[in-house]
């Protein structure tokens, strides 16, 4: 079984800054996927970042950034040049595709608040 | 793209009543959908794993008899939440996998559940 931990419930970073969320995870699969998912007040889930494990280079979407390190099992997210707008719940997620079943597991979630 | 709908946002029923909530990939193929229930400030709980035209995989701890799961097409599954009870009261969130491409689950804006 595949475990997520986010070990930060909450943070809070000023407009602009640089913030890092943290998340590691265990698991005995060789081929998978990563995610951070982030949940704004209007509950909707949106994906942020994906990274393939195979994949050695670190994925990037415009603002955000990850640091993937597999051998230590983290999967941190940094989001760089904050905006208020990226205030939310933000989910790490593992997800392992196979013919037995597809599913993601989640972090527990880190509460982000970007201050004005 | 990627979009996924949800219907309807937000439901209030009398307990013992059944509610049926819908959940729709509108610009790809999902031949996979998950169901998910969420409480205040808490993470996921990944419910079951619908499959196009076979029955549905539910997570332990799971009744499948009272939440029934219908996997009709590849855009259309359906959660009914039979017999309602105050204690089923959450939101519910549907994804779809979209099995091209980059083989991502997609959300949607999810359904808040309240049985008087």
């Known amino acids: 079984a595949q475990t997520v931990t986010q070990s930060q419930p909450e943070m809070s970073v000023q407009e602009a800054e640089t913030v890092t969320l943290s998340c590691t995870y265990d698991t005995s699969e060789s081929n998978y996927y990563l995610f951070w998912y982030k949940q704004p007040p209007s509950r909707q889930m949106i994906l942020v970042i994906r990274q393939e494990a195979y994949k050695q280079q670190n994925a990037t979407e415009n603002r955000f950034s990850v640091n993937f390190q597999k051998a230590a099992k983290s999967f941190s997210l940094k989001i760089s040049d904050s905006q208020l707008g990226d205030t939310a719940m933000y989910f790490c997620a593992f997800g392992v595709w196979g013919t037995s079943g597809s599913r993601l597991t989640f972090g527990e979630g880190t509460q982000l608040t970007v201050n004005p | 793209g990627a979009v996924v709908s949800q219907h309807p946002s937000r439901v209030i029923c009398k307990s013992g009543t059944s509610v049926k909530i819908e959940c729709r990939s509108l610009d790809f193929q999902a031949t996979t959908m998950f169901w998910y229930r969420q409480f205040p400030k808490q993470s996921l709980m990944l419910m079951a794993t619908s499959n196009e035209g076979s029955k549905a995989t539910y997570e332990q701890g799971v009744e499948k008899d009272k939440f029934l799961i219908n996997h009709a097409s590849l855009t259309l599954s359906t959660l009914t939440v039979t017999s309602a009870h105050p204690e089923d009261s959450s939101f519910y969130i549907c994804?779809?996998?979209?099995?091209?491409?980059?083989?991502?689950?997609?959300f949607g804006p999810g359904t808040r559940l309240t049985v008087l």
């Open positions: 994804s779809a996998r979209d099995g091209s491409g980059l083989d991502t689950q997609y």
